[in-house]
T-cell receptor, first 114, second 114 residues
């Protein structure tokens, strides 16, 4: 099993550009989520989904869109990139998203916005 | 709302010795889960161990054990027989019943000395 696969690993954008970070999992997990990791801030939840067709906002959703058309895929869209979105982005999935269901993370995407 | 506090920004341990990484938490939920993750310098987030709030026994996974003291709201990670490959950032995290957000601490950087 590949687990959680994120692409690309690295990306450089100019301010105002848009892009999509891809995330796919092959564990048949219902719950998927996106986190960003910034120095000194830990990991913060951007958006999450508890199943196909269902998404919700996390702690820091502004500037990002998500959709969940299949169980396997959960892309994250940056609508108009800003330098404040320079970060490492992690996609994660779990069986249910409940408190007894550990998250499994992808390897991350390092995004730089200039 | 949940809060995780990791008071040790960095720690050193001699190879083959045991080390304890501290984690305290705050929540009003009766049901919750506590997790530890390892992030090596390569950047991926690796799930290590889980403890449920109703689990009476401390969780163990190989050389990792979680010292769960519910009344003190602490969930310390104990690594026995440290290895050079244990050098990494370690994050304590939690989520509560009804929440789909994993709240992370700021992490502890562990360095294993040969």
């Amino acid at each position: 099993n590949a687990g959680v696969t994120q692409t690309p690993k690295f990306q450089v954008l100019k301010t105002g550009q848009s892009m999509t970070l891809q995330c796919a999992q092959d564990m048949n997990h219902e719950y998927m989520s996106w986190y960003r990791q910034d120095p000194g801030m830990g990991l913060r939840l951007i958006h999450y989904s508890v199943g196909a067709g269902i998404t919700d906002q996390g702690e820091v959703p502004n500037g990002y869109n998500v959709s969940r058309s299949t169980t396997e895929d959960f892309p994250l869209r940056l609508l108009s990139a800003a330098p404040s979105q320079t970060s490492v982005y992690f996609c994660a999935s779990s069986y249910s998203g409940h408190y007894n269901s550990p998250l499994h993370f992808g390897n991350g995407t390092r995004l730089t916005v200039t | 709302a949940q809060k995780i506090t990791q008071t040790q920004p960095g720690m050193f341990v001699q190879e083959k010795e045991a080390v304890t990484l501290d984690c305290t938490y705050d929540t009003s939920d009766q049901s919750y889960g506590l997790f530890w993750y390892k992030q090596p310098s390569s950047g991926e987030m690796i799930f290590l161990i889980y403890q449920g709030s109703y689990d009476e026994q401390n969780a163990t996974e190989g050389r990792y054990s979680l010292n769960f003291q519910k009344a003190r709201k602490s969930a310390n990670l104990v690594i026995s027989a440290s290895q050079l490959g244990d050098s990494a950032m370690y994050f304590c995290a939690m989520t509560g019943a009804g929440s789909y957000q994993l709240t992370f601490g700021k992490g502890t950087k562990l360095s294993v000395i040969p």
